[in-house]
């Protein structure tokens, strides 16, 4: 592989493509809304401390998030209202699909733009793809920091 050709996309994330991708662009929400209700719990030691968490500024509704890495692997957390559910979806496709993967995989096989290539910017507005792209930057930076540590 040259390093011009981009690497393979980590397997959950490439599945969750292929599955927004197989549908239309009301069952992609419909899938959207379903990952919204799979968002995984804080752990306790975060549950009532927001100032551990970083706010996603970029996102309308008060997300938060706080990536760890502990012996190279990624494990992300993610807080977003049931009242946005896009916005949640999303962050629980990103706290699934970067948890468990290692600070190479996150950093270099994710690409930047994963939320344009699973087709939701048909199915929701240009601001909510520009909130969940910062959503993966912030991510991918606390990665770099606290890899870097």
Do not use: W
Request: glycine fraction near 4%; charged fraction near 25%.
């Amino acid at each position: 592989m040259s390093a011009s050709e981009p690497r393979a996309l980590p397997r959950v994330l490439a599945e969750t493509r292929e599955d927004f991708l197989a549908l239309d662009v009301k069952d992609r929400l419909q899938l959207l809304l379903e990952f919204s209700n799979e968002l995984p719990s804080l752990p306790a030691e975060y549950e009532g401390h927001p100032d551990l968490l970083e706010r996603v500024e970029e996102c309308q509704s008060p997300v938060f998030i706080f990536v760890e890495v502990a012996d190279d692997v990624v494990t992300m957390h993610a807080t977003a209202p049931r009242e946005a559910p896009t916005t949640r979806g999303f962050a629980s496709i990103l706290a699934q699909g970067l948890s468990g993967l290692s600070v190479r995989e996150v950093l270099e096989d994710v690409p930047d733009d994963y939320p344009q290539t699973i087709g939701l910017g048909v199915a929701v507005s240009p601001l909510r793809v520009r909130g969940m792209t910062a959503l993966l930057a912030r991510a991918k930076r606390q990665v770099r920091e606290k890899s870097a540590a």
